[in-house]
């Protein structure tokens, strides 16, 4: 089966966890790559930029509009019709799944910050929990719609 | 990969014995997507009663008759 024929068979709630994780995976790149080269240019970790965060969400939104409307655009019909008891299982499995994972991160900061104390450390990790379960979250989706519920 | 149900079904030989009924047809017949029918063909999914039940109606018969329990009896 070719490629196009493989995205083409794919349930559309298969196509936007796919094109979510890629649009998040990319998002959390470009923000924390600013993230990086401001501790880096300071000499320790950069405080949260309110700025990076409006950007990250703003390039978000955008780009989850555009692609959300370009996969319903070509799919109107999957699109408009609700989610059936397979989609359901799916989506409930790989939330309830990615929500371990927040919880996780979430911890993991708090362990950190309690050792050393930074605040800004702390923020950042939280934020990149919030990143890593929603990313998290997609995959498990797609890994559901792959191999079985 | 996740364990199979051990619940078998004659899905695919009732649709072709219907008029080589598509997959699609089927799953607008009863309310899911072609994938859900291609997942519970596949032995991937185990369908809910409802949706069973709405699967042996489209062939005209009892739910026994389109799905199977696989499993040894003392499961």
Redesign the interface.
Known sequence: MSLFTSIR????R?KTAWAMATLLTAGGIFYFDKVVSLSRALGETAPPIIGFVIAYVVLIIIGSIILMSALAASSAR?AE?PA????RQIQDKAGHWSGYMLAFAAFGALLNFSVDGDGNMLFHLVFAGLMVSQIAEYVFQII??R??? | MAKAPPISNRIRELRESHGNMSQAALADSIGVTRQTVIAIELGKYSPSLESAFRIARVFGLGIEDVFGWDAPAAE
């Open positions: 068979e794919m349930p559309f298969e999957e019709a059936d008891e397979r989609e559901l719609y191999r079985g519920v």
